[in-house]
């Protein structure tokens, strides 16, 4: 006879770490109310991964409050805890409403914490001849572990479950189950304030237990213990063994309930419909109407010959290395109504229908990074186009501050089905190339994943209003994107060479003096030896010694110019290795066989928006120093001419828009200099009469502005008092009155909604505007008026990106778009299509989106990069 099973849930456990998985990642959830419903969303998506297992009786405890008999015991037990969030206490209502509406039982009992009342219905389970699973987070439920009932713990937030049975606790700890609780008492649990003995961990712990099996047996073999480890714990047993204690789960508490009042019953279908409706949680109500396939239920083909394809589907390119410039390619899965299949790489080289199937525009294609997969399939000689949607892209517009991670965005999107890629690949230098059915079995899982999930995320862009910013900005970039870092940009290695030669010999001189001035040879990248050197041997003031030696970081060192030349030669020789190595040295070790470079653009990953580089990153070459700004002698034209068009204090003219400041927008419609004429307004002085300091301190300010700077901060950039600085800012927003009436509703706005967003309705979400930290407050409010701003200028760039783009394709040009660096676009420019690629460029960029102030592109021309300085 089959024996019946029982599910028993740490209901706090699931709830908390459901609240901070999603907290993490920046978007706390809530409904059209502002109710924040992010922990009972997540807890509600693991009960209908447990449901899947059907029990036959199911049960959720919860803590009933903060005082337990164990607090009698120890009066600080779990003093150490945070205080439980606001927007989590409002959740525990909910979640005990929800279960409601699915007839899941709950309970609670004053003096008791959940746990002893899982312990005891676990024990009277078991007696009853039932099979019980056991869902917490929490490592003292392993004492529970037995032949019949597994305890599952909670693993990455409340996405994996980790099956624990007493051959597990044998294998990781040699330990029986009844011995967690001794572990506990012994090494004690910081989460709860549980003391332990002091100074004995883990391994110690265990060493103690596989000697003498439990606490009190040690209590009884104390004069067997030699040295200082001896002594700690013969003054501390008795704490060990109040610690055990407190750590042991009862398994007798009093309930006034019986096994069969946790019979599964059907779930209230209207009411739990209302539910989810009432706090917007759309997905679920979805998933409730229409049950879903999951991915063990679907069947693969791995072929050696594509089937035929008619009809749109979604394309996963299975790119092995990070670098997808350099990365072979292991195969493709394809996932639609019509077909499920994956083939190897080199029998899709050999297909050569499948082939003229990828390159066919009007088939079009789903995936989730598609310009990874574009360009890395290019580089293996099969070319694909007709990608109409990216995953990767309707994911980071909607929340930006995801983890681009393929399981992590899945599970975010309520769906359950997808494994973390390392565990089919390995990590690190366990890495490796799966067999080709493992390869087809999880890249077929993600085609599935991308599928199911696109008409959600396409209706979540719609709600947001954020789908014109999908479909007309990001989408069309990531085509202009893979052609720039696929054309890439020449290098001239020589140049490179040339420079590094001589680098290295100033380096060399510059050790040679460092020696000199500190009368000894020392390794001068050695922070420990450097401080040494500077506070102990030439005696220098203000050096803080921690525990791994003084601090030599560069604002210590600035701070001490003035008091030895060995100062600043260091902080020479510092900046001149890292040109050196990271530029000179790493360039020449990025550049292909083709002679270029092929960076790597990163679209989804900033949160203001702005597009960053990596390998190499294009966008940090130094150029504050001449010898940075050399390193761009060696980026060349392949045509005939480098062309540089560069936005105008674009930040500031969007803050003039957004705010609508008639002042400044009237003064960059005239092509004024903006700081001579902001000087000339809060200063009170004719134009004619603003001098050098003015304009550099109402430079500093409007750039201030922007980012939110204290007056602390302006004072220390400009070198004047604080309550100079304050005066300045107070002037600044008398002048224009429309910034602080702008900041003031953009901050209103974000603390009643979570988020701000830019002219094109890109969303930054900043829930450290409503912190208890009044640190983080002040930082969600600096982030409040900064990003709508920074946003707005990557916004105008990647729309004149798309502008520029369109007309070179409709002037025929053989020119290219070669760089992107901040606001600056960079182009190889043939000689005889010059003047027409000026006036595109320059068009295409002051064009871009219309505003209140006239957005202004300067350009330069020269025969490398450099020359355009």
């Given at each position: 006879?089959?024996?019946?099973?029982?599910?028993?849930?740490?209901?706090?456990?699931?709830?908390?770490?459901?609240?901070?998985?999603?907290?993490?990642?920046?978007?706390?959830?809530?409904?059209?109310?502002?109710?924040?419903?992010?922990?009972?969303?997540?807890?509600?998506?693991?009960?209908?991964?447990?449901?899947?297992?059907?029990?036959?009786?199911?049960?959720?405890?919860?803590?009933?409050?903060?005082?337990?008999?164990?607090?009698?015991?120890?009066?600080?037990?779990?003093?150490?805890?945070?205080?439980?969030?606001?927007?989590?206490?409002?959740?525990?209502?909910?979640?005990?409403?929800?279960?409601?509406?699915?007839?899941?039982?709950?309970?609670?009992?004053?003096?008791?914490?959940?746990?002893?009342?899982?312990?005891?219905?676990?024990?009277?389970?078991?007696?009853?001849?039932?099979?019980?699973?056991?869902?917490?987070?929490?490592?003292?439920?392993?004492?529970?572990?037995?032949?019949?009932?597994?305890?599952?713990?909670?693993?990455?937030?409340?996405?994996?479950?980790?099956?624990?049975?007493?051959?597990?606790?044998?294998?990781?700890?040699?330990?029986?189950?009844?011995?967690?609780?001794?572990?506990?008492?012994?090494?004690?649990?910081?989460?709860d304030n549980i003391p332990g003995i002091k100074g004995v961990g883990e391994k110690t712990a265990l060493k103690l237990l596989h000697q003498y099996g439990t606490v009190e047996n040690l209590s009884?073999?104390?004069?067997?213990?030699?040295?200082?480890?001896?002594?700690?714990?013969?003054?501390?047993?008795?704490a060990g063994l109040d610690s055990k204690q407190i750590a042991t789960i009862m398994r007798d508490v009093p309930i006034d309930f019986d096994l069969e009042s946790l019979t599964r019953q059907s779930d209230d279908e209207a009411k739990l419909a209302d539910f989810y409706r009432r706090y917007d949680m759309y997905s679920l109500l979805k998933k409730m109407e229409q049950p879903r396939t999951t991915s063990s239920e679907v069947s693969y083909q791995l072929v050696n010959q594509a089937p035929q394809l008619t009809k749109d589907f979604t394309l996963v390119v299975g790119v092995y290395d990070n670098n997808y410039h350099k990365s072979i390619v292991l195969g493709y899965a394809v996932y639609s109504d019509e077909a499920c299949f994956y083939i190897s790489y080199e029998d899709a080289l050999k297909d050569k229908v499948f082939q003229e199937v990828l390159k066919n525009e009007a088939i079009h294609k789903n995936g989730y990074n598609i310009k990874r997969e574009m360009i890395a399939s290019r580089w293996n000689g099969i070319e694909i186009q007709g990608y109409d949607y990216d995953m990767q892209l309707a994911s980071y517009i909607l929340n930006p501050s995801l983890k681009d991670d393929l399981k992590v965005v899945s599970e975010f999107y309520d769906y359950h089905d997808l494994v973390y890629a390392e565990e089919i690949f390995g990590k690190g230098a366990k890495r490796h190339i799966p067999a080709l059915a493992d390869q087809a079995k999880y890249y077929l899982d993600v085609a599935m994943m991308i599928h199911r999930l696109k008409s959600d995320l396409i209706s979540r862009l719609?709600?947001?209003?954020?789908?014109?910013?999908y479909e007309n900005i990001e989408l069309p970039l990531t085509y202009i994107l893979a052609k720039m870092e696929y054309n890439g940009v020449k290098v001239n290695v020589d140049t490179l060479k040339q420079q590094e030669k001589a680098l290295s010999g100033r380096i060399a001189l510059l050790e040679k003096e460092i020696y000199a001035l500190a009368g000894t040879e020392f390794n001068i990248a050695s922070p420990k030896q450097l401080g040494e050197i500077l506070f102990e041997k030439l005696q220098l003031p203000n050096g803080k010694k921690t525990k791994t030696g003084y601090s030599t970081a560069a604002e210590v060192l600035e701070k001490l110019v003035g008091f030895h030349p060995i100062v600043q030669k260091i902080l020479d020789y510092r900046t001149l290795t890292k040109l050196?190595?990271?530029?000179?040295?790493?360039?020449?070790?990025?550049?292909?066989?083709?002679?270029?470079?092929?960076?790597?653009?990163?679209?989804?990953?900033?949160?203001?928006?702005?597009?960053?580089?990596?390998?190499?990153?294009?966008?940090?070459?130094?150029?504050?120093?001449?010898?940075?700004?050399?390193?761009?002698?060696?980026?060349?034209?392949?045509?005939?001419?480098?062309?540089?068009?560069?936005?105008?204090?674009?930040?500031?003219?969007?803050?003039?828009?957004?705010?609508?400041?008639?002042?400044?927008?009237?003064?960059?419609?005239?092509?004024?200099?903006?700081?001579?004429?902001?000087?000339?307004?809060?200063f009170h002085v004719p134009v004619t009469e603003v001098t050098k300091d003015m304009r550099r301190q109402a430079k500093a300010i409007n750039f201030g502005i922007?980012?939110?700077?204290?007056?602390?901060?302006?004072?220390?950039?400009?070198?004047?008092?604080?309550?100079?600085?304050?005066?300045?800012?107070?002037?600044?927003?008398?002048?224009?009155?429309?910034?602080?009436?702008?900041?003031?509703?953009?901050?209103?706005?974000?603390?009643?909604?979570?988020?701000?967003?830019?002219?094109?309705?890109?969303?930054?979400?900043?829930?450290?505007?409503?912190?208890?930290?009044?640190?983080?407050?002040?930082?969600?409010?600096?982030?409040?008026?900064?990003?709508?701003?920074?946003?707005?200028?990557?916004?105008?760039?990647?729309?004149?990106?798309?502008?520029?783009?369109?007309?070179?394709?409709?002037?025929?040009?053989?020119?290219?778009?070669?760089?992107?660096?901040?606001?600056?676009?960079?182009?190889?420019?043939?000689?005889?299509?010059?003047?027409i690629m000026k006036k595109i460029v320059k068009e295409g960029m002051e064009s871009a989106y219309p505003m209140a102030v006239n957005l202004k592109a300067e350009g330069a021309i020269g025969k490398t990069w450099y020359d355009l300085k």
């Open positions: 006879m089959k024996m019946k099973k029982i599910t028993l849930i740490d209901g706090n456990s699931l709830l908390y770490r459901a609240y901070y998985a999603t907290a993490a990642v920046g978007n706390l959830m809530t409904n059209k109310d502002g109710i924040p419903t992010n922990a009972i969303f997540g807890f509600a998506n693991m009960l209908d991964r447990i449901l899947q297992d059907e029990p036959d009786y199911l049960m959720v405890a919860f803590d009933a409050g903060k005082k337990t008999f164990r607090h009698e015991l120890q009066k600080d037990y779990k003093g150490t805890r945070k205080e439980t969030p606001d927007e989590l206490i409002m959740q525990f209502d909910l979640v005990r409403e929800y279960l409601d509406c699915r007839h899941i039982v709950h309970h609670e009992m004053e003096g008791y914490e959940g746990d002893d009342l899982i312990g005891t219905v676990s024990r009277m389970a078991e007696e009853a001849g039932m099979e019980v699973a056991v869902i917490t987070g929490d490592q003292d439920m392993l004492q529970l572990v037995s032949n019949h009932t597994t305890v599952y713990r909670t693993m990455k937030g409340v996405t994996q479950l980790e099956a624990n049975v007493p051959a597990t606790l044998k294998a990781k700890y040699d330990l029986e189950p009844d011995q967690i609780r001794d572990l506990k008492g012994l090494m004690g649990d910081a989460s009884e073999h104390l004069d067997e213990l030699k040295g200082k480890m001896g002594e700690k714990i013969r003054d501390g047993i008795q719609k709600q947001d209003e954020q789908y014109e910013l050196n190595s990271t530029y000179l040295v790493g360039l020449q070790e990025q550049v292909f066989l083709d002679g270029r470079i092929h960076t790597m653009y990163n679209q989804a990953l900033t949160q203001t928006g702005r597009l960053s580089s990596t390998d190499p990153n294009l966008q940090n070459i130094p150029i504050r120093y001449e010898e940075g700004k050399k390193i761009r002698q060696a980026f060349v034209p392949e045509y005939d001419y480098i062309l540089s068009y560069d936005y105008s204090q674009i930040e500031l003219r969007v803050v003039a828009s957004l705010a609508n400041v008639h002042a400044l927008i009237d003064a960059f419609n005239h092509d004024m200099d903006i700081h001579t004429k902001t000087a000339s307004d809060i922007i980012y939110g700077m204290s007056d602390f901060g302006l004072a220390e950039q400009v070198g004047v008092s604080i309550a100079q600085a304050k005066d300045f800012i107070n002037r600044y927003f008398a002048t224009y009155p429309e910034i602080k009436e702008y900041m003031d509703r953009v901050i209103d706005f974000a603390k009643k909604n979570g988020y701000v967003s830019t002219m094109m309705n890109r969303r930054r979400y900043i829930p450290e505007i409503n912190d208890k930290n009044f640190m983080r407050r002040e930082l969600g409010k600096r982030l409040a008026m900064n990003s709508p701003i920074q946003g707005s200028a990557a916004d105008l760039l990647k729309v004149a990106m798309i502008k520029v783009d369109r007309l070179m394709q409709e002037h025929h040009v053989q020119s290219k778009m070669i760089l992107q660096v901040h606001d600056e676009l960079v182009f190889d420019v043939k000689a005889d299509e010059l003047e």
